[in-house]
């Protein structure tokens, strides 16, 4: 099993920042990749920023340019770099990884619990 663990949500001004983290415990033999999606009120989740073990990167359109996702491939951790922050960004923002239990199983997908962030304007 794969735990989850964000930190770093709040309430921020719009053009602020602000900086997630994610962290992996639990038992597991490797992540292939972690990265970000978000649900706003009365939305679907949506995708945010995807980084591959490798160090390639994703971003959703709407995040390009503002948002800069990174890893610890040794600690198991994401982070999310969120500047110049807008209203539209507030939202429960969840970590995900695709983390396998053993050499032999295949990968599976694991959700965090979600950290709150809140743009004013």
């Known amino acids: 099993q794969v735990q989850l663990v964000e930190s770093g949500g709040g309430l921020v001004q719009a053009g602020g920042s602000l900086r997630l983290s994610c962290e992996a415990s639990?038992?597991?033999?490797?992540?292939?990749?972690m990265g970000w999606y978000r649900q706003a009120p009365g939305n679907e989740r949506e995708f945010v920023a995807y980084?591959?073990?490798?160090?390639?990167?994703i971003y959703a359109d709407s995040v390009k340019g503002r948002f800069t996702v990174s890893g610890d491939n040794t600690k198991n951790t994401v982070h999310l770099q969120m500047n110049s922050l807008k209203p539209e960004d507030t939202a429960v923002y969840y970590c995900?990884?695709?983390?396998?239990?053993?050499?032999?199983?295949?990968?599976?997908?694991?959700w965090g619990k979600g950290t709150l962030v809140t743009v004013s304007s």
């Open positions: 639990g038992t597991f033999a490797s992540i292939s990749a």
């Open positions: 995900n990884a695709d983390a396998r239990p053993n050499y032999y199983s295949a990968y599976v997908n694991y």
């Open positions: 980084l591959a073990r490798g160090g390639n990167t």
